[in-house]
């Protein structure tokens, strides 16, 4: 039987002799507080649906002052760069061809001969569509800045003003990615640390033949598992600090809600992972089928399904039913209410509770199949 007086001391060894395997191999060393770093960085920085510096060509048939105060309107703004001014159809086509353009504004003959009145609609305007999304965010772009020309030129020339809309980005007026980006890439970390680390951690003791050696102790089956996952829950925690630290000083995305919520939020997420991560350890044979079982199974919806990088609502309706499944989802859901949106447990509950469900479901399937294994 187990002597209750050498338990504590047992799990102390053993939760020691786990922080040393991590500290002593370099590749989870790098993957689980190098790897977060990288990601932050790339995502933050690379990854964003803001377009600056468009370039654009103008071909100006009207060589009026109005066409070119358009030109010159367009070409000051941080979101559009003009490459050259081109005079026939040829030369725009050309220029498409070449790359060396992304938009061409064609202003016709005659073009600021009279108050604009018609707003856009004698300007014709062309966009590299190989990319849709960019090819709708630069008209978009375009038009915005047309209607602020117009209504200049309008309130110069005494005329009544055409409807102004009064826009409020709420929560991120600038329409920072980052901002998005962050509570979508702590799931993804967080999953890779728990679910992958956890899985791989628990085959490689059975691999070389360690579990049953560590099995036989004085300690209970669950209870060396529980020293195994310590360590990971501990750099998981960790990784939550340095995330949003980094997030705040390099992005300046703040944390505008409570933050024992968000803690209490990630934690919950962290115990799904490692279970998630637990239950794969019990099915796969080896690190490998580990990692595959961990990429494919639980990596790939983190990051297709959970809304970090795609809206859900745009999705097909059968993959926005099997989004349902996916537990970043729901904390990516939660921690947008939560840091971005400044909002408390009334916009969370939902999520809060699916993720708690969650994790004792997979909790308590992954501990029943690991004795069963055993």
């Known amino acids: 039987m187990t002597d209750n007086k050498n338990t504590p001391h047992l799990l102390r060894s053993f939760i020691r002799k786990e922080f040393c395997h991590i500290l002593r191999d370099p590749l989870s060393l790098l993957i689980m507080f190098l790897l977060p770093i ?21 071909m100006d048939m009207a060589k009026s002052q109005e066409s070119r105060e ?35 504004v064609v202003i016709p003959a005659g073009f600021g001969s009279e108050p604009l009145r018609s707003g856009v609609a004698d300007i014709q305007v062309m966009t590299d569509a190989s990319d849709p999304n960019q090819a709708s965010t630069m008209v978009n772009y375009f038009q915005a800045e047309i209607l602020a020309y117009q ?26 990615s980052a901002l998005s980006i962050v509570p979508g890439l702590l799931g ?21 033949g360690t579990m049953e050696i560590l099995l036989v102790s004085p300690l209970r089956p669950q209870t060396v598992i529980f020293a195994k996952v310590i360590p990971y829950l501990t750099v998981s925690i ?30 919950l ?7 998630m991560g637990l ?28 809304g970090m990088i795609f809206p859900i609502d745009s999705m097909p309706a059968a993959l926005q ?11 990516v859901e939660a921690l947008r209410n939560v840091m971005i949106r400044g909002l408390g447990f009334d916009a969370v509950w939902r999520p809060f509770f699916i993720l708690l469900g969650m994790c004792i479901f997979f909790m308590t399937v992954s501990i029943k199949k690991f004795r069963n294994r055993l």
């Open 38 to 58: 990288m990601l932050m960085m790339i995502l933050g920085f690379a990854v964003s649906t803001e377009i600056r510096h468009i370039p654009f060509v103008a």
């Open 321 to 331: 039913v099997i989004s349902h499944a996916v537990p970043a989802r729901w904390f």
């Open 238 to 267: 960790a990784n939550v600090a340095l995330i949003l630290a980094l997030a705040n000083v390099a992005l300046d995305v703040p944390v505008n809600g409570n933050i024992l919520l968000l803690a209490t939020l990630s934690l």
């Open 70 to 104: 358009l030109i010159e309107k367009l070409n000051a703004n941080a979101c559009f760069d003009l490459q050259d001014n081109v005079h026939t159809a040829r030369e725009v086509e050309a220029a498409f061809q070449k790359g060396l353009c992304a938009m061409a």
């Open 279 to 306: 239950l794969i350890s019990t099915i796969a044979a080896t690190q490998q089928t580990a990692m595959v079982a961990v990429g494919v199974g639980l990596m790939l919806p983190t990051m297709l399904l959970s």
């Open 188 to 208: 993804m970390v967080l999953m890779l640390i728990c679910a992958m680390m956890t899985s791989i951690a628990v085959v490689r003791e059975k691999e070389l």
């Open 151 to 176: 209504q200049a030129k309008n309130k110069a020339a005494g005329m009544s003003p055409a409807i102004v809309t009064d826009v409020k980005m709420l929560y991120n007026p600038q329409l920072r």
């Open 269 to 275: 997420y962290i115990f799904t992972a490692l279970s």
